[in-house]
């Protein structure tokens, strides 16, 4: 056998080797995205000025396992939020004690608004945490502290969506921020 024909077969033998090597790096390079994939920290909340009722509501929306593993570092106990409807009433307060919001009128008057409990929901991935208050007449601006979640990840970003007589103004909670204002 010539030297030319041996450098063929192992080359042609280690085709297989080096395409396996080849897909293990590969594979190392996605683990820890697959494994970060997962952890958003991001959740959203919409205040919506409903004319129709008179109402402000509050739609909070969690990744149900953000939640989870949030209410389980806050309470000390892993918290089962998809089956256990006492856990996610627990979250919600959680939620609840830390997000408020305040109305000021054309007159620079502020009131806090009373919000109340509406109920809760799981869909799909997430969880939902609803509440509502009374609208306030001429309301020019709000006031509103978000800092679900942020006490347990600093990374956690909280984006605010107010919706009112048509328009959208955004709110991004992130870094050291806790309180953001808006004129509407």
């Given amino acids: 056998m010539s030297r030319t024909t041996s450098l063929r077969i192992l080359r ?3 085709r297989p080797r080096t395409a396996l090597l080849t897909l293990l790096v590969l594979l190392c390079c996605l683990v ?5 994939a997962h952890e958003q920290k991001t959740a959203v909340t919409r205040i919506l000025f ?5 109402n402000i509501e509050v739609m909070h929306r969690f990744f149900i396992h953000d939640a989870e593993h949030a209410a389980g570092v806050v309470f000390g106990r892993a918290q089962n939020l998809m089956e256990s409807a006492d856990s996610r009433k627990l979250f919600s307060n959680y939620v609840m004690n830390r997000f408020a919001i ?12 009373n919000l109340q409990y509406v ?3 799981i869909e799909g991935q997430f969880l939902w945490v609803y509440q509502e208050a ?9 006031s509103v502290v978000h800092v679900a979640l942020r006490d347990i990840w600093p990374d956690q970003a909280n984006l605010v969506n107010v919706e009112k007589d048509g328009q959208i103004y ?4 992130a870094d050291s921020v806790e309180s953001l204002r808006v004129e509407l």
């Fill in 12 to 14: 042609v033998r280690d």
């Fill in 50 to 54: 409903n004319d129709s009722t008179g």
């Fill in 134 to 142: 009374r609208q306030l007449q001429d309301v020019n601006a709000l």
């Fill in 32 to 36: 820890p995205s697959l494994v970060t």
């Fill in 119 to 121: 109920g809760e929901e």
């Fill in 102 to 113: 305040a109305a000021e009128d054309s007159r620079g008057e502020t009131a806090e608004l």
């Fill in 170 to 173: 955004s709110l991004s909670f």
